[in-house]
């Protein structure tokens, strides 16, 4: 696996981004510098660089007891949060809020910074996502009956951090965090979820850009541990977003990173909750996914629109270790598979 060097800044002195596969973190995304222009080279003013910079930062646990997730959305004429627990103790809860513009939302867009979230109008309703070398912290709220603390920890070498080009009109940077351990717990109407650090997964998606208009991808991500005392197993793989001479495919062991090929999702579009699967045409990975459940976001306004669909259940099948053959056998382990349209 071959990384660029990283200067501190992720758009150097030219307004361009550093591509590829980055070998560091870099220290600030900088993305007020990048020489932004349309598809016929005019340059963008400020004003509109505002509007169509994105970003979202993502957090998930797959514990054998349940799912949760929470995200943070810019997209500049909203701003949109999200969180989800379901497990047999609870059921399926999921929240969702929209705020114009970036009300409510403080982010100093650093890959090591912060992200804010506050509803105005809502008592209790926080979001805190916290970003150090060697810690990813969730701190959420909505109301009193639905609360979350999750640590994850890792090291930049565990951290995937990469920028592609996103047509000729801008780039997507993104980090990816799974892999290692994760603690904390889960509050929800009066029950506590607690993370298992020795079996439980994780995942942490920051991204930040000027990304397609209309955007398109499939993602999948195993993580976990089939039982205490073997080894934390990590997989992400997509398609739709970062395969502009760079990808994201990647196999965690124990916080220890190798590069995966190319996949196709194959899986039914008119019901996701059907059987999926992810293969390479190498025969290196081939994964078989059933759903257990899904949260979605199917609306269309016209000038923003979101066909959103994020299913979280159980894997099996197999991926070849890039570095020692080594056939890994992924059996029962938790996941996510998710199908997504975004005109932003």
């Known amino acids: 696996m071959t990384s660029n060097p990283v200067q501190n800044n992720l758009i150097g002195f030219k307004g361009l981004p550093q591509w590829g596969r980055l070998s560091a973190i870099p220290e600030d995304i900088?993305?007020?510098?990048?020489?932004?222009?349309?598809?016929?080279?005019?340059?963008r003013w400020n004003w509109q660089k505002n509007f169509l910079f994105k970003h979202f930062d993502f957090y998930g646990v797959q514990s054998k007891a349940f799912t949760f997730g929470c995200g943070i959305v810019r997209l500049g004429l909203i701003n949109s949060v999200f969180a989800y627990i379901d497990s047999p103790a609870t059921g399926l809860v999921h929240r969702q809020f929209?705020?114009?513009?970036?009300?409510?939302?403080?982010a100093d867009y650093h890959p090591h910074g912060f992200t804010v979230w506050e509803h105005p109008f809502k008592?209790?309703?926080?979001?805190?996502?916290?970003?150090?070398?060697?810690?990813?912290?969730?701190?959420?709220?909505f109301g009193?009956?639905?609360?979350?603390?999750?640590?994850?920890?890792?090291?930049?070498?565990?951290?995937?951090?990469?920028?592609?080009?996103?047509?000729?009109?801008?780039?997507?940077y993104a980090q990816k965090t799974t892999g290692t351990q994760v603690h904390g717990e889960v509050f929800i109407n009066g029950k506590v979820?607690?993370?298992?650090?020795?079996?439980?997964?994780?995942?942490?998606?920051?991204?930040?850009?000027?990304l397609r208009r209309e955007t398109f991808w499939n993602w999948c991500c195993v993580t976990g541990a089939r039982a205490e005392g073997e080894d934390l197993l990590a997989i992400n793989l997509a398609r739709?977003?970062?395969?502009?001479?760079?990808?994201e495919n990647e196999l965690w062991v124990n916080g220890q990173r190798f590069e995966l090929p190319l996949c196709h999702f194959d899986y039914q579009r008119d019901n996701v909750l059907q059987a999926w699967r992810v293969y390479s045409d190498c025969g290196r990975v081939d994964l078989q996914f059933t759903p257990l459940g899904q949260i979605s976001d199917h609306r269309n306004?016209?000038?923003?629109?979101?066909?959103?669909?994020?299913?979280?259940g159980t894997f099996t099948g197999q991926v070849i270790?890039?570095?020692?053959?080594?056939?890994?056998?992924?059996?029962?382990?938790?996941?996510?598979?998710?199908?997504?349209?975004?005109?932003?």
């Open 30 to 43: 900088s993305w007020q510098l990048f020489d932004a222009r349309n598809a016929m080279g005019t340059r």
């Open 98 to 106: 929209n705020l114009p513009l970036d009300w409510g939302l403080k």
């Open 123 to 141: 008592k209790n309703h926080l979001i805190e996502s916290t970003r150090t070398p060697n810690l990813r912290r969730l701190s959420m709220s």
């Open 144 to 172: 009193q009956d639905f609360r979350a603390l999750v640590d994850i920890d890792c090291t930049d070498d565990s951290t995937l951090a990469l920028c592609t080009p996103v047509a000729n009109t801008g780039f997507a």
């Open 193 to 210: 979820l607690n993370i298992d650090s020795r079996t439980d997964g994780c995942y942490h998606d920051w991204t930040a850009g000027f």
């Open 240 to 247: 739709g977003v970062n395969e502009t001479s760079a990808h």
């Open 301 to 312: 306004l016209i000038i923003l629109a979101s066909r959103f669909n994020q299913c979280y």
């Open 321 to 344: 270790h890039p570095d020692t053959g080594e056939t890994l056998v992924i059996n029962g382990l938790k996941g996510w598979c998710e199908d997504h349209y975004a005109k932003w």
